[in-house]
């Protein structure tokens, strides 16, 4: 999409010339007028999900935390092969994902 069809929330995200102080009073000042009530949402809310999706969060949450026990115990291979099965159950691994988010839904 052209910088000019961009929507306005996205392109108040995306702009480097608008303070991150100016950028949020906007986005909150949209929040307070449209109603969004991004304050209240939580990470997990904003996983986006395939509406066929058979994935349940707490599963993957939970294959997760045991792939982080195999990795700080040095077991790579099982972490690797645990990786592989979330991704055949369509779930990309994020390592080092700055915001922490972990995974997500392949589209």
């Not at 449209?34 to 993957?60: Q, S």
């Amino acid at each position: 999409m052209s910088e000019s069809r961009r929507p306005i929330l996205e392109e108040v995200l995306v702009r480097d010339d608008i303070a991150p102080a100016e950028r949020l009073a906007i986005v909150r000042r949209m929040d307070e007028v449209l109603g969004f009530r991004f304050d209240g949402l939580l990470r997990a809310e904003l996983r986006i999900r395939p509406a066929g999706a058979t994935l349940v969060e707490a599963e993957v949450e939970a294959q997760l935390a045991a792939r982080r026990i195999l990795r700080s115990n040095k077991e790579f291979a099982e972490a690797d092969r645990a990786r592989s099965l979330l991704e055949e159950a369509g779930v990309v691994v994020l390592d080092g994902d700055p915001l922490g988010w972990e995974w997500r839904v392949t589209a």
